[in-house]
């Protein structure tokens, strides 16, 4: 089974920073559609932004509620997909994942998204 795995998922105070990594298997990372999602308590799990790891695939696109504050980024060389995280709120607090679809290009339509492989989840905590 194929999985994902996230990191870099901690406390933090509300105007803190984080930044998570994703490190996907080399069978699945290149030419991808990779997402992170986040799920905070007793709610849904939502997609939050999504990105592709080869060329001319479109993202990184974003929810209205990270845009300008979160950013994707890929490093390649490292199979490794990351989300910086400023200027982080309470309602920032949730487990967050990270997956894999598939495809030859991310939609602009964020909302679609589903992933096919997924990490474990890293949790992440804002204290006001």
């Known amino acids: 089974q194929l999985q994902l795995v996230e990191s870099g998922g901690g406390s933090v105070q509300a105007g803190g920073s984080l930044r998570l990594s994703c490190t996907a298997p080399?069978?699945?990372?290149?030419?991808?559609?990779l997402g992170w999602f986040r799920q905070p308590p007793g709610k849904q799990r939502e997609v939050i932004a999504t990105?592709?790891?080869?060329?001319?695939?479109?993202?990184?696109y974003y929810v209205d509620s990270v845009q300008g504050r979160f950013t994707v980024s890929l490093n390649n060389a490292k199979n490794t997909m990351y989300l910086q995280m400023n200027s982080l709120k309470p309602e920032d607090t949730a487990m967050y994942y990270c997956a894999a679809r598939g495809g030859d290009y991310c939609s602009p339509d964020i909302g679609r998204y589903t992933g096919r492989y997924w990490g474990q989840g890293t949790q992440v905590t804002v204290s006001s």
């Open positions: 080399g069978e699945i990372y290149p030419s991808n559609c």
């Open positions: 990105i592709y790891t080869g060329f001319s695939g479109g993202g990184p």
